[in-house]
């Protein structure tokens, strides 16, 4: 590196200081701020190795990156603006870091460049407001969805009472932090897996809805947790129990990314189109379980309102894991693959019309049931489409005219569900996986 590259980052270094101390609004969230300060180190490790460029590339001339960089950095000072002076040691850095450090000019290496931009307070600084619309949506969001699910919900601006339970979405609940450390984590991400594809760019969008998603988890958990247990208990617990909740949710967030990233990774590779990739979807089923899943939508209510219908949410989780794990089709399955499937999801289908045309919640529970049994494999969907009792409401009815306690039957359903999973999966070979070679064998 020579004596000029040296004074370029000394330079560049107390521009950055600069712009950090100028407005030191960002102190009132510091604990929320300075972790994006991590995206400068991963800019400078995911843009490695560092050579100096040779001599006939290093022009003296001046860069429009600078004179654009000068210009922007001129106007954020007189604007008063993070946002502009973040835009404008992008342009700098890039001024330098184009003429002076070889393999920088690359498609890969600019889009890399959106990590400097995002490790300034401009979020903190210039968009206060945004902590109060994450914070006033969310609460919004959570009571449509709760009230959906047959809660009580009474909303007052960002002030929630569910089942006689109040929860305050606080500034503390803006879900900025989980906005910037979703900017920050999938930026990165979003690098490794889309860095040569033009995916990068349309994807950078989807973080900021992923992260208001996991504000809104975050409001929703707390909310029913606090409504659904002992109002001592919650109280007690619901402060470690919202910040666990946000992180868990914020991970859960980032896992989709992921695995959205890595699909569209495996789409360019296989140089196929994104809308045939679309195309490809099993949308039909995805249509039937949507349809039957929505008329029975008051089971979810159920599970954490009914006392002998409690933790029928974990034995559902658990009773489709085998499901779940099971890998997507390459090509478009239809339900018409396999001898009983059409069947058996027919007749949940069946069942959930006659549910509407008499009101009938069991149809619609059974229904539900009948067509997530249809996509299992053949190997171990007998009993395993019989432990689906364990997360129906109707075991709690048998439950109640024996004179079972909610919670012996609360262990019970656990128990039924996670030997019915077992039985699932410990039912897989080589001969029954689905799909083998793209195409469906034995079902």
């Known amino acids: 590196m020579q004596r000029r590259d040296v004074a370029a980052v000394i330079a560049l270094a107390l521009l950055a200081a600069f712009i950090w101390l100028r407005d030191l609004r960002w102190l009132d969230a510091a604990g929320d701020t300075l972790p994006i300060l991590v995206g400068l180190p991963l800019f400078i490790w995911l843009a490695s190795p560092w050579h100096a460029a040779p001599t006939r590339f290093a022009a003296r001339s001046i860069s429009p990156a600078l004179v654009l960089g000068v210009v922007a950095f001129a106007v954020g000072i007189v604007a008063d603006s993070t946002l502009v002076l973040a835009a404008a040691w992008t342009f700098l850095l890039w001024s330098w870091m184009s003429r002076r450090v070889a393999g920088a000019n690359n498609a890969a290496t600019r889009k890399l460049l959106v990590l400097p931009f995002i490790s300034f307070p401009w979020i903190a600084n210039d968009f206060e407001r945004l902590g109060w619309w994450f914070r006033l949506s969310g609460a919004a969001a959570v009571a449509r969805a709760l009230g959906a699910f047959d809660f009580e919900v009474v909303r007052r601006g960002t002030f929630l009472v569910v089942n006689g339970f109040s929860v305050s979405v606080e500034p503390a609940c803006s879900g900025l932090n989980g906005l910037q450390a979703m900017l920050v984590a999938g930026v990165v991400l979003a690098y490794v897996k889309l860095k040569h594809t033009p995916w990068f760019w349309w994807n950078l969008p989807l973080l900021v809805a992923a992260a208001w998603f996991a504000n809104f988890a975050r409001i929703a958990f707390g909310a029913v947790f606090g409504a659904t247990l002992d109002p001592a208990f919650a109280q007690r617990w619901i402060g470690p129990v919202h910040e666990i909740g946000g992180w868990v949710a914020l991970c859960a967030m980032f896992l989709l990314c992921w695995l959205l990233f890595s699909w569209e990774e495996r789409a360019t590779r296989t140089n196929r189109s994104a809308g045939r990739r679309l195309a490809a979807l099993p949308w039909l089923e995805f249509a039937v379980v949507g349809y039957c899943a929505w008329r029975s939508r008051e089971i979810f209510g159920a599970w ?74 053949r190997a171990g969907r007998a009993l395993w489409g019989v432990s689906a009792i364990a997360w129906l409401p109707a075991l709690g009815w048998l439950a109640s005219r024996i004179g079972m306690s909610p919670a012996a039957l609360a262990g019970l359903r656990v128990g039924i569900a996670a030997l019915g999973g077992a039985w699932a999966w410990s039912a897989r070979s080589a001969r029954e996986l689905d799909y083998a070679d793209g195409h469906e064998v034995t079902l």
């Open 304 to 377: 954490f309102t009914a006392p002998f219908a409690r933790f029928g949410w974990l034995a559902f989780a658990i009773w489709i894991m085998p499901l779940a794990l099971r890998p997507l089709p390459a090509h478009r399955s239809g339900l018409g693959h396999g001898a009983r499937r059409p069947w058996i999801a027919a007749a949940g289908v069946a069942l959930t019309l006659l549910g509407d045309l008499g009101d009938l919640n069991l149809c619609h529970h059974l229904g539900l049931a009948l067509v997530l049994i249809a996509f299992a494999p």
